[in-house]
């Protein structure tokens, strides 16, 4: 069953955006409502951060799907972030921080992840003349730690879970002077993912909804803020798998919520101890935060497969999920989900896709 919070109050009184005009960069553009100034985000910062990012990272597809949509009973545009170097939307945010970190004078820059932030950082880094190291758990997803060292970047193998790995990276930045890069805290990494928002206002007037994987919240964070102050009718919904529940149970109750343990398949977007500033940022600018079942999260992946071709880790299929725990919600909407990665790998591919799927046609 999916387990839903009530919808909460906006801050402020936000009204309708007006009718869009369009900057020199092609970005969708208006006065932001009122309310957003709550967020630490800035528009002109993240309209600014477009310059910053690697064009391979912009301007990704927005694929209506119907077939998807006939299976769910709603419009659906799938929003591709994984047709780039990193096959995630991370890159946005690397690029963002690896030229602020430059500007800051670093050479170097760590960074804990549980793989496609790392990966992203790895990229983004040596582009810009910065060694990276990247600390990952060891029970880290094997192809996201080869793709890292593809880039070259040092690893760090720490603990459990991302929340051991973050702890290595902070003692690392203290004693070797690195730029620490903390996801989601770090504000760039916010501005960069928020860089998504101003593309999905920009190419779809009729944006209704628009569903994203939450994590650390910079991406939930960054879209929800550019959705809001350009697009305030559009409804953004933040969305985490049941194993791993602390940014969603702390949005509930207005406070941070730590939890003991983790467990789900959705390895990108886990943790434990959600970051106070980003759930601040989250009460603002989401209109509700939902909890889905594993089996959902599987059944998405496949979903997206059969019906669209896509190959998804399962962070990606979160969106798909949601709606399929709660189709009476979103019938006859116009619904939009980020697929925001797609390192999986081919093993545990095949056992959450493939495999079920054969059973099925037997």
């Not at 997803?141 to 193998?157: E, T, V």
């Amino acid at each position: 069953m999916l387990v839903q919070s009530e919808r909460r109050p906006r801050f402020g009184t936000l009204a309708a955006c007006p009718r869009r005009a369009f900057d020199p960069a092609g970005m969708a553009c208006c006065v932001a409502v009122s309310g957003v100034n709550r967020v630490r985000l800035q528009l002109d910062q993240v309209r600014g951060a477009v310059n910053a990012i690697d064009p391979v990272f912009l301007d990704t597809p927005a694929l209506p799907c119907p077939p998807l949509g006939h299976m769910l009973g709603c419009s659906v545009t799938l929003k591709v972030e994984t047709l780039n170097p990193v096959r995630s939307f991370k890159g946005r945010g690397t690029e963002t921080v690896a030229a602020m970190a430059r500007r800051k004078g670093a050479s170097r820059v760590v960074c804990a992840s549980a793989g496609n932030l790392g990966q992203a950082l790895a990229y983004s880094g040596p582009r810009r003349g910065l060694e990276v190291t990247v600390v990952v758990a060891r029970t880290a997803n094997s192809l996201k730690l080869r793709q890292i060292a593809a880039f070259g970047a040092d690893i760090r193998l720490e603990g459990e879970d991302i929340e051991d790995a973050r702890v290595l990276a902070r003692e690392i930045a203290d004693a070797d002077g690195a730029y620490l890069v903390e996801d989601s805290l770090d504000l760039a990494t916010c501005e960069g993912a928020a860089t998504i928002g101003l593309e999905l206002v920009r190419d779809d007037p009729r944006l209704e909804v628009v569903l994203v994987a939450l994590g650390g919240g910079a991406m939930a964070s960054g879209v929800g803020y550019a959705v809001r102050s350009l697009a305030d009718h559009v409804e953004v919904i933040g969305i985490q798998p049941v194993g791993a529940p602390a940014m969603a149970l702390s949005w509930r109750q207005g406070t941070v919520v730590e939890t003991d343990r983790i467990d789900t398949i959705a390895d990108g977007i886990t943790g434990r101890y959600p970051i106070p500033e980003v759930l601040d940022d989250l009460l603002v600018v989401l209109d509700d935060v939902v909890l889905v079942r594993e089996d959902s999260i599987t059944a998405g992946m496949r979903a997206l497969y059969e019906h669209a071709g896509l190959v998804v880790e399962p962070s990606a299929a979160l969106g798909i999920a949601a709606v399929l725990e709660q189709p009476e919600r979103f019938a006859g909407r116009r619904v939009t989900t980020i697929l925001c990665g797609s390192n999986v790998g081919p093993a545990d591919f095949a056992r959450w896709v493939l495999e079920p799927a054969a059973r099925v046609a037997r």
